[in-house]
């Protein structure tokens, strides 16, 4: 029997631990599994994914969730001045097909975070305007006028589409 070469020995530790990585960013949620992300990635579908940030405080929130119809305005800073503010993501998904994935935003000073969002397609049984995600930030707003606060910033991480 012939005795395995170096390059294949390597070869084989290499691909162990490709396999061990993946295996790892899949259980604990990471990553999506491989075949999913060649299979259903198309970030070029966020064009037909409207989403719409807003920061507002924890009664603005309740009118909201209670009448999800009317179209929300950005309140001023004086409004939000030492109250829980909430940063909401309102997201519509205008195609045809099922989509998910990885949504980043980043408010002001604080550091881009993320949520994971599953968004069914226009065609779906549950017709609601928008699917709304509300992320309670604390107190973060500390001017007190009349000027809306800074503008969050969102951007896909991942989307995949079925």
Known sequence: MKKPSLCSIVLLIILGFLAFSEIKDTITRDKVFF???????????????????????????????????????????????????????????????????????????????????????????NKAPFYEYVIPIGIAVPYNDDLPPKPIKVKWVALYVK
């Open 35 to 125: 075949l999913v992300r060649i299979f259903c990635r198309r970030p070029g579908y966020a064009k037909k994914i409207e989403i719409k940030p807003y920061l507002l405080n924890d009664e603005q929130v309740l009118q909201s969730l209670t009448y999800p119809q009317i179209e929300l305005q950005q309140p001023p800073r004086k409004e939000l001045f030492l109250k829980n503010v909430n940063v909401v993501l309102r997201i519509k998904n205008h195609g045809q097909a099922v989509a998910w994935g990885t949504l980043a935003y980043k408010v002001g000073h604080i550091n881009w975070l993320k949520i994971d969002v599953d968004l069914p397609s226009i065609n779906s049984k």
